[in-house]
């Protein structure tokens, strides 16, 4: 039977891609440390795994004992904004981490390294983002997930393991933290709707981005081992149409039925307009239709709601305080 690692399986994309695999009829090895993720997301037909990326002692232990035929690296803390202020831990967690699966994976002689990078490598090119412009990440974040990139192709030259990179972007679904007040804005708006809050915006709101649905994102990722052409390449995957933060907000609300007020909060220092080009995607992956950002968020309200509103929760390591954004660490 195929054996696949997923890192972060019991984070949000991680889960869904566990998902896919489980169809798949792949076993399934999860490692999580549950940071950001939850115990619950994670598939009972999976073998679950609480630990880190950053413990290369065990991850050594894993590979020998399963004997991995992909990994699937999801696990990060991906919150570019907040990036910013937490250098340490981003880089220990989003490039170390990596570092020590790309490790074991050659030595181990996997398959196929399956990277979820971020559109945050682009920084402000001009949209739409493409495959073969060159990176300039503006962010910590995006610095680290471009940094992997580069140590998978370096890895590949020189010891031929063969790596798929994938940059989903500001996706969004069933299984989001909502309680994580520093990422994934879609999850952060229905979360303060649920409680009567206002939807707080950094700016005047018109920054766009196109807010991808996990569900055509997911599958694809699940699958792409199988898909030779895919091998060795970078990948751009979400939604094709960008919103601004002003429109995902009443859209929000209108899938939500809630009306509050937006909450308009100094503009932080982030990328303005932010989308990518999904041409290669589509040609080797034979993608042909998507989600609306309607049909996307009437999903994910249906799971919302059952879930229930989260108290949100200050990230306890800010190593920079300057020029942090004063909700960050409110009550």
Not at 236 to 257: F, H, P, R, W
């Amino acid at each position: 039977m195929i054996c696949s690692l997923v890192t972060g399986g019991a984070g949000f994309i991680g889960a869904h891609v566990t998902n896919e695999l489980l169809k798949l009829g792949h076993k399934v090895v999860v490692l999580d440390d549950l940071s950001g993720g939850f115990r619950e997301n994670v598939n009972p037909l999976a073998v679950f795994i609480e630990g880190s990326v950053t413990d290369h002692v065990l991850l050594e232990k894993l590979f020998k004992e399963y004997r991995f035929n992909y990994v699937y690296h999801l696990a990060a803390y991906a919150a570019e904004g907040l990036s910013h202020f937490i250098r340490r831990f981003n880089y220990t967690n989003n490039l170390i981490g990596s570092v020590n699966l790309i490790n074991e994976s050659v030595k181990n002689k996997v398959q196929c390294f399956v990277f979820t990078s971020s559109i945050a490598v682009y920084g402000a090119a001009e949209p739409p983002m493409r495959e073969d412009m060159t990176p300039m990440p503006e962010d910590p974040y995006g610095v680290a997930k471009y940094a992997v990139e580069l140590d998978l192709k370096a890895a590949h030259e020189m010891f031929g393991l063969d790596y798929i990179v994938f940059r989903p972007h500001n996706v969004y679904g069933e299984y989001q933290n909502l309680g994580d007040r520093y990422r994934n804005v879609v999850g952060i708006f229905m979360n303060q709707l649920m409680q009567g809050k206002s939807l707080t915006v950094f700016g005047d709101g018109t920054q766009t981005r196109a807010f991808s649905y996990i569900g055509d994102v997911a599958p694809h990722i699940a699958n792409s081992v199988n898909v030779r052409e895919a091998y060795n390449e970078i990948f751009n995957i979400g939604a094709d149409k960008d919103y601004s933060v002003n429109e995902l907000a009443q859209t929000t609300m209108d899938a939500m039925g809630i009306t509050e007020e937006i909450r308009h909060l100094p503009a932080r220092n982030e990328v303005v307009h932010a989308h990518s080009d999904h041409e290669k995607a589509r040609r080797v992956f034979g993608i042909k239709s998507s989600f609306s950002l309607h049909e996307g968020l009437k999903q994910m309200t249906s799971w919302a709601k059952k879930a229930g509103a989260k108290k949100s929760k200050k990230f306890g390591e800010i190593e920079v305080m300057e020029k942090l954004p004063p909700v960050w660490m409110e009550e």
